[in-house]
């Protein structure tokens, strides 16, 4: 099938999907039955995908580059954020963190959650580029915020073609980084460049994890997506990286392959890579997660996240899983008002293992303990 007709037929899926939902809420209005809640864990689930952002209020050092400001997205996001521009300007970003520890807090199945910062683009001379940065989230905001909330803990960001990048990662895993995140696509550089040997090895040396976006992305005004080929992933694996193949690589394509399917036989390859089940919900997505759970070699490697704030409707729905939960199921999670716990009963219907939520402490505890024994909010018997 070539590229224009597989994109047809996404199209085509896409508006299917688009006229069931419709059905769906007009037949739920009339006749709403549910499903039994899944059982609440004893110990609370970590959500180990959640972002944070912030436009240098509160001497946060976090920006928002104007051209995403302007952007019809922006206003978007600060509701997904629950938050207005009135309300960070009158108490600082942290605001934003106070509302997410609040929600994570409230929730009945997910006891903390990782929160990520985000680096920026940087120049030629390794400093930081900021008419290329559409988003940037500094170490040090969360470092400084993130002890005032036990029940959020540190996801650092550190572009590797930053003049002092080894330097930067040796800082935040001594202030309790549980791994590192970066986006590629809008980050701008290159996860097989051989310039980034030395940093991967101290990552090897640290034992501290990589989550790294996988797969096109849409979510900013402009991106190069080659940077998502998973293909690009060879040399950290190669040199015993703990990957995170965020998202599962399901979107996008390289030379006329799926990045799914280019993802799916490196689990075999590397025993060193994961995946999250982030953002598998979304309405762009529909059917990976299924097509995931088939398979073993991934089903045992796969982590639980969200991709917070990217949880609202029309986004993200319940319903956009009839291909693997029933109408009573998408019922039932859709009438949770707490979006953890809705996106955690919906891929329990879908049939993600129980094991899947509890992966990333036992990924942590197990070839990480050492960086885990450093985060202040972390204790390696409860985690």
């Known amino acids: 099938m070539s590229s224009d007709e597989r994109n047809g037929s996404r199209g085509l899926q896409t508006a299917i999907w688009l006229l069931i939902l419709l059905g ?3 037949y739920v209005n009339f006749y709403m039955r549910t499903a039994p809640i899944p059982d609440i864990p004893e110990r609370g689930y970590i959500d180990m995908h959640v972002h944070a952002a912030g436009l240098g209020y509160g001497n946060s050092g976090a920006f928002v580059h104007p051209d995403m400001v302007n952007s019809w997205k922006f206003p978007i996001y600060l509701r997904a954020f629950d938050v207005t521009e009135s309300e960070l300007r009158e108490g600082g970003d942290q605001v934003l963190l106070r509302k997410l520890s609040s929600k994570i807090s409230d929730s009945q199945f ?7 910062a985000l680096d920026g683009a940087v120049d030629e001379r390794g400093m930081l580029d900021r008419e290329r940065t559409q988003i940037y989230v500094p170490n040090d905001y969360l470092i400084r915020e993130l002890k005032n909330y036990p029940n959020l803990l540190f996801g650092a960001s550190v572009n590797p073609l930053r003049h002092d990048s080894i330097e930067r990662l040796d800082y935040v895993v001594e202030n309790g980084a549980l791994l590192i995140k970066w986006l590629p ?9 051989r310039r980034i040997e030395p940093f991967y090895r101290r990552l090897v040396q640290h034992c501290v994890p990589l989550l790294t976006h996988t797969g096109a992305e849409h979510s ?14 060879h040399l950290p694996l190669s040199l015993g990286v703990t990957v995170i193949a965020a998202h599962i690589a399901t979107t996008g394509e390289t030379d006329g392959e799926e990045h799914f399917e280019r993802l799916i036989p490196m689990f075999d390859e590397y025993p060193n890579l994961y995946a999250d089940v982030s953002s598998l919900t979304q309405i762009n997505k529909i059917g990976y997660l299924r097509q995931a759970l088939q398979v073993e070699s991934i089903t045992k490697r796969l982590l639980y996240g969200t991709d917070w704030p990217l949880q ?5 729905s319940p319903y956009y899983l009839l291909d693997s939960i029933t109408l009573k199921q998408a019922n039932t999670a859709r009438g949770m008002d707490n979006l953890w716990d809705r996106d955690t009963v919906s891929k329990k219907f879908a049939g993600v293992p129980e094991d899947v939520f509890l992966r990333f402490p036992t990924l942590m505890k197990g070839s990480c303990a050492k960086n885990v024994a450093r985060n202040p909010n972390v204790d390696l018997e409860t985690m």
Do not use: C, K, Q, T
């Not at 809008?186 to 460049?193: G, L, S, V």
């Open 312 to 316: 609202f409707f029309p986004l993200v």
């Open 110 to 116: 997910i006891e903390r959650a990782v929160i990520l």
């Open 185 to 193: 696509n809008i980050m701008h550089f290159d996860p097989a460049d």
């Open 24 to 26: 769906v809420v007009i």
């Open 220 to 233: 900013f005004n402009y991106a190069d997506n080659s940077l998502g080929d998973p293909f690009r992933l």
